[in-house]
């Protein structure tokens, strides 16, 4: 059976999918993906490797597929929106308000079909290194990385640091600079939903020349 997407609105999302031009000039991208070794015999670390691989992703309790009711309850109740909402600091429960010790400044969410398909985090840039260290003890080494050299507005040269893991059509990815230079991102998302989001997101702007 085909899926039925639910189409988000443009103004409820907007902050969270500003593209990293809002920076300024993307000059270069450096990437680094990580070196392939021989095979070996399995090792404890190993094995504990391939232990976090197989785990589903989840960030603070909350993972892909979680109901809207049970994903309400843990966030206070306050995403009553079953298509998808967004949270600021001062809405969420106390153990949101924090992410990798460092503020949380706002949560985005979109559901399908009644079922969490996309979380994204935006948090405060100067936590980008606790954070990016924290998912690394949680969910391995991971699947890419890349290095964007960028200029803001102001003329300042600056390294844009994004990492992603990938696992059973999940993803997850962090960005140390997203919208602004202040601004960090935390995106857990369903691989299938992103792509028909990129692709409407595409079509939107499309028809707005």
């Given at each position: 059976m085909k899926r039925q997407y639910i189409k988000l609105t443009a103004s409820l999302f907007a902050a969270a999918l500003l593209p990293l031009a809002a920076l300024g000039q993307t000059t270069g991208t450096q990437s680094r993906?990580?070196?392939e070794k021989n095979p070996a015999k399995p090792t404890a670390k190993t094995q504990q490797s391939q232990s976090i691989s197989a785990e589903p992703f989840e960030i603070k309790g909350l993972t892909l597929g979680m109901s809207h009711d049970e994903f309400n309850q843990k966030l206070g109740g306050k995403c009553r929106s079953e298509g998808g909402c967004m949270l600021d600091?001062?809405?969420v429960p106390a153990d949101y308000k924090y992410i990798a010790g460092f503020g949380a400044k706002s949560y985005y969410m979109s559901f399908l079909e009644g079922h969490l398909v996309r979380l994204q985090v935006i948090?405060?840039?100067d936590g980008f290194s606790s954070l990016a260290v924290g998912l690394r003890e949680k969910f391995g080494r991971p699947t890419d990385e890349s290095i964007e050299d960028v200029t803001t507005?102001?003329?300042?040269n600056l390294q844009n640091s994004v990492m992603t893991w990938k696992r059973q059509g999940q993803s997850v990815s962090v960005q140390r600079f997203f919208g602004s230079?202040?601004?960090?991102s935390l995106l857990l998302v369903d691989d299938e939903f992103s792509?028909?989001?990129?692709?409407?997101?595409?079509?939107?702007?499309?028809?707005?020349?």
């Amino acid at each position: 059976m085909k899926r039925q997407y639910i189409k988000l609105t443009a103004s409820l999302f907007a902050a969270a999918l500003l593209p990293l031009a809002a920076l300024g000039q993307t000059t270069g991208t450096q990437s680094r993906k990580p070196a392939e070794k021989n095979p070996a015999k399995p090792t404890a670390k190993t094995q504990q490797s391939q232990s976090i691989s197989a785990e589903p992703f989840e960030i603070k309790g909350l993972t892909l597929g979680m109901s809207h009711d049970e994903f309400n309850q843990k966030l206070g109740g306050k995403c009553r929106s079953e298509g998808g909402c967004m949270l600021d600091q001062s809405e969420v429960p106390a153990d949101y308000k924090y992410i990798a010790g460092f503020g949380a400044k706002s949560y985005y969410m979109s559901f399908l079909e009644g079922h969490l398909v996309r979380l994204q985090v935006i948090s405060y840039a100067d936590g980008f290194s606790s954070l990016a260290v924290g998912l690394r003890e949680k969910f391995g080494r991971p699947t890419d990385e890349s290095i964007e050299d960028v200029t803001t507005r102001g003329g300042a040269n600056l390294q844009n640091s994004v990492m992603t893991w990938k696992r059973q059509g999940q993803s997850v990815s962090v960005q140390r600079f997203f919208g602004s230079i202040d601004s960090s991102s935390l995106l857990l998302v369903d691989d299938e939903f992103s792509l028909k989001e990129a692709e409407d997101l595409r079509q939107q702007r499309r028809k707005s020349l």
